[in-house]
T-cell receptor, first 115, second 109 residues
Framework: DMKVTQMPRYLIKRMGENVLLECGQDMSHETMYWYRQDPGLGLQLIYISYDVDSNSEGDIPKGYRVSRKKREHFSLILDSAKTNQTSVYFC??????????????FGSGTRLLVI | GQQVQQSPTSLVLQEGENAELQCNFSTSLNSMQWFYQRPGGSLVSVFYNPSGTKQSGRLTSTTVIKERRSSLHISSSQITDSGTYLCAPTSGGNYKPTFGKGTSLVVHP
């Protein structure tokens, strides 16, 4: 069953703690994404990864970093979490983006609360 | 960067009525994708249409690049169509998709 798996599904962290969000896919997709979704702001791209160690900033990269050491795994790291990073985080993967066969697949999301 | 506007923000229909969702974008695009999201749920791609008109079942999408707009038409709406529909044009050489804020659709029996 082709899918994108996000862990954990729910997470509560204190301000200043480090946060690691994990994402895995079993489709050998080259491209992977991290988004956050907030009411009124929609879905915003944090980082995009075109393959292993080939990462590019999205629209809101400040306060985040990513790691992709294997094609099937893409991590989002928040160093010293802030309360304004409370959000729902979605990971996604695709084949060549912008094509009919892009096969965009989203994970179920991680709900992060920073207190 | 790409600016995306979706309208209407929300739409309430009776089962069987048709829905017309609009997406306007500010710059030329490589592709246009429409996604469906259940409340509190993940996103599922429902349509890929970079130009012209395409139909799949009860869904029809029309993208007019020159006018910088795309639409998603849902015919004979069903209760299970309820949710949020987001458009995501992709532009530029880096193919980064930009999402609109979505149209929330509620279909009543």
């Amino acid at each position: 069953d082709m899918k994108v798996t996000q862990m954990p599904r729910y997470l509560i962290k204190r301000m200043g703690e480090n946060v690691l969000l994990e994402c895995g896919q079993d489709m050998s997709h080259e491209t992977m994404y991290w988004y956050r979704q907030d009411p009124g702001l929609g879905l915003q791209l944090i980082y995009i990864s075109y393959d292993v160690d080939s990462n590019s900033e999205g629209d809101i990269p400040k306060g985040y970093r990513v790691s992709r050491k294997k094609r099937e795994h893409f991590s989002l790291i928040l160093d010293s979490a802030k309360t304004n990073q409370t959000s729902v985080y979605f990971c996604a993967s695709s084949l060549i983006p912008g094509t009919a066969n892009s096969d965009y697949t989203f994970g179920s999301g991680t709900r992060l609360l920073v207190i | 960067g790409q600016q995306v506007q979706q309208s209407p923000t929300s739409l309430v229909l009776q089962e069987g009525e048709n829905a017309e969702l609009q997406c306007n974008f500010s710059t030329s695009l490589n592709s246009m994708q429409w996604f469906y999201q259940r409340p509190g749920g993940s996103l599922v791609s429902v349509f890929y249409n970079p130009s012209g008109t395409k139909q799949s079942g009860r869904l029809t999408s029309t993208t007019v690049i020159k006018e910088r707009r795309s639409s998603l038409h849902i015919s004979s709406s069903q209760i299970t169509d309820s949710g949020t529909y987001l458009c995501a044009p992709t532009s530029g050489g880096n193919y980064k998709p930009t999402f609109g804020k979505g149209t929330s659709l509620v279909v009543h029996p």
